[in-house]
């Protein structure tokens, strides 16, 4: 009777343990919707769609826009041109090769500068490109242009334009791009807040900005990370390349992030500090939405790179809960050791 019993509870234990396994990979082949840039899952009902604009085209907005320590003023439209955006601190960075810059119109390639911003920090919806390698900038741009780097949410429709500009690049310009980018240091202009609620939001354009008016409130954050600029109009109207962003994550993200990151030994590839180490990326203060969409895509498969293979043994293991907990993590360090905030 005594054996029995151990018997059934091992066959017990295995099963449930089996159906803990299957509900964990059913949950990692879905893309956690918060990290890019939508409300619900791939395939889920979409909300209706909202009442189209009038069809009258208005007249471009002739308001001429300012910045603190910026002797340029922009119209709007100017700020989002994607064959010459607005640089608002020229002083900030090194000058501009024309890729960068401008862009390649008659090729439908956006100049970098507008989504990356000039210095290279990026948003939350794209990626931060400037302290990279050379050598990892060089290698994702053709993975990009070789079909090895997608998102796993096919919706993400500015990953598929990366795609195209990838395509549509010289080796040249590729290597202007990366030269100029990988000149200039990474600076972490995220801030990781631990907190049980979070503001109520709103998407436009995959990134996450805080919802005002009558939709105001909070909510409680889930198994999320709700990443929002710090203040809204620099970013979504004026794209002001020195306001960052405030990523909210659950309380005792960033120690399990910590655990983890320390068992995987992510530093040994990625340096001391995860400032990256010769060519590989460096991974600290960087956005907590971006890392997860990569986590998540090479354990999908929809990034497979030349150099994603050493990656591929690290992220097999992880739950979608342990890439938000190791994101909240990552974001939260700096390049040069110390963590940046945590209240
Ligand atoms: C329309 C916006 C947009 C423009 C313009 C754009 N990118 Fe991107 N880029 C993205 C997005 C989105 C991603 C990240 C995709 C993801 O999350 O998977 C990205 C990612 C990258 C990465 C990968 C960063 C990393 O850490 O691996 C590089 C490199 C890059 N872009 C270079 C460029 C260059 C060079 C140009 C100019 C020719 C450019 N991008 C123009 C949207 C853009
Ligand atoms: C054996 C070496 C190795 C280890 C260990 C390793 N990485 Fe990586 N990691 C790489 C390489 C190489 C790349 C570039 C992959 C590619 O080009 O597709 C990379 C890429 C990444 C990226 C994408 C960066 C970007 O800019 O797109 C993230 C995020 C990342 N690693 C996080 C981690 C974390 C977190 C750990 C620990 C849990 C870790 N890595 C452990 C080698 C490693």
Redesign the pocket.
Known sequence: MKKFVVVLTLVLAIVIAAGVLAAQQQSNRVPPPWAYGFATPPGATAAPAAPAAPATPSAPDPTMHKLPGSNSSFTAAQIRDGAGPADWYPGDHPPMPDIVAHGKPAQQVIACSLCHYPNGKGRAEN?GVSG?SYD?FV??MM?FKNDKRKSTDTRKANTNRMISFAKAMTDDEIKAAATYFAAIKWTPWVRVVEADTVPKTRIAGGLFLVAEGAEAGKEPIGQRIIEVPEKTEDTELLRNPRSGFVAYAPPGSIKKGEA??RT???T???GANLEGLGP??G?AGRSPSY?VR??FD?QAGS?K?V??D??KP?VDKLSAEDMLN?AAY?ASRTPGGAVRSNQ
Request: charged share 5%; hydrophobic share 50%.
């Open positions: 990626a990279l990892y290698q994702t993975d983890l990151a995987a030994q992510c040994l590839c990625h590989v990326p991974i890392t990569q986590l090479m990034r790179g150099w994603t050493l990656m690290v190791i990552t």
